[in-house]
């Protein structure tokens, strides 16, 4: 059986904050930052690695999914390698690629 038609029913609130869920959740406040666990850490290192920056004619892309670089996977992995202390020579290392479509 179909459910009631939509606004008919109660509104959906996000947990505590009063706000529809309708609405974007970028400018949400967020919990402070804590240190990022290992398993985290290896996942971003490994998004970084691969989600790279490729020139095209209309600028720089993500060459895996090919979105304007820095494609929001890679923004993840640089926010969790930056809150787990990484430096920006240790983050550069990833790029091991030979050329650039490597």
Do not use: Y
């Amino acid at each position: 059986m179909a459910g009631p038609p939509s606004g008919s029913g109660p509104s959906v609130l996000a947990a505590g904050s009063g706000r529809p869920l309708t609405e974007r959740v970028d400018d949400w406040p967020a919990a402070a930052p804590t240190r990022p666990a290992e398993l985290d850490i290896g996942l971003a290192a490994r998004a970084v690695a691969v989600h790279c920056a490729v020139a095209w004619p209309d600028g720089l892309r993500c060459l895996n999914c090919g979105f304007a670089h820095p494609c929001p996977t890679r923004s993840w992995g640089l926010r969790v390698l930056e809150a787990a202390g990484w430096s920006q020579a240790k983050i550069a290392a990833l790029d091991h690629r030979s050329g650039p479509w490597s």
